[in-house]
């Protein structure tokens, strides 16, 4: 029988610092090193960038994600990570994504506006549920836009 699955939510503070296009660079390695770990742990999931916040959810068996999670906290690339659910799954949210991406790019910008999040966001307020929804909406329409 497959293991069971888990899904971890977290939000953290960017430490990424440097021009737009310094951090899209960062962030474009950071997914490249993330979804190969990933594909290889079968975690998957999806990561947000949006006005100097990070959240994420990441899918998987539990040991998996606690593990991936326990890496990605040391990283110095960013802060404060706050765990914000750790529960389990029926299935996969983000089954097609070893890591999806949304990124503040104008188009972006536009649908933050939609799902309500243009303004004040707060990902340790919002709560795991919202960031889970606003992630999984975002992901499955985005194209990868990078601009941070
Ligand atoms: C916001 C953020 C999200 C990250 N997400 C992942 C991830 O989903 N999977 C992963 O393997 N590494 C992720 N990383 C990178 C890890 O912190 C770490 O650099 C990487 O796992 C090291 O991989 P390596 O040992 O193969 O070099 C993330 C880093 C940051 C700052």
Redesign the pocket.
Same mark, same amino acid.
Not at 2 to 26: D, F, H, K, M, T
Not at 98 to 123: H, K, Y
């Given at each position: 029988m497959s293991q069971p699955l888990y899904q971890l939510v977290y939000c953290?503070r960017n430490r990424i610092a440097g021009s737009p296009n310094a951090v899209a660079a960062e962030v474009g390695s /950071?997914l490249a &090193?993330?979804r190969r770990?990933?594909a290889l742990a079968g &975690?998957t999931?999806a /990561?947000l960038l949006h006005k100097g916040w990070?959240a $994420?959810v /990441?899918e998987g068996p539990r040991e998996a994600v606690e593990a991936?999670f326990a890496?990605?906290r $040391?990283?110095t690339?960013?802060g404060d990570a706050t765990l914000l659910a750790l529960e389990p799954i029926a299935q996969r949210s983000f089954g097609d994504w070893t890591?999806g991406f949304v990124g503040s790019s104008p188009e972006n910008a536009r649908r933050f506006a939609e799902v309500g999040i243009a303004a004040g966001f707060d990902p340790a307020r919002l709560g795991a549920k919202a960031l889970h929804a606003i992630l999984l909406d975002l992901t499955l329409t985005t194209d990868f836009a990078l601009a941070a």
């Amino acid at each position: 029988m497959s293991q069971p699955l888990y899904q971890l939510v977290y939000c953290s503070r960017n430490r990424i610092a440097g021009s737009p296009n310094a951090v899209a660079a960062e962030v474009g390695s /950071l997914l490249a &090193v993330s979804r190969r770990n990933n594909a290889l742990a079968g &975690v998957t999931g999806a /990561l947000l960038l949006h006005k100097g916040w990070f959240a $994420q959810v /990441l899918e998987g068996p539990r040991e998996a994600v606690e593990a991936s999670f326990a890496a990605i906290r $040391q990283d110095t690339r960013h802060g404060d990570a706050t765990l914000l659910a750790l529960e389990p799954i029926a299935q996969r949210s983000f089954g097609d994504w070893t890591m999806g991406f949304v990124g503040s790019s104008p188009e972006n910008a536009r649908r933050f506006a939609e799902v309500g999040i243009a303004a004040g966001f707060d990902p340790a307020r919002l709560g795991a549920k919202a960031l889970h929804a606003i992630l999984l909406d975002l992901t499955l329409t985005t194209d990868f836009a990078l601009a941070a």
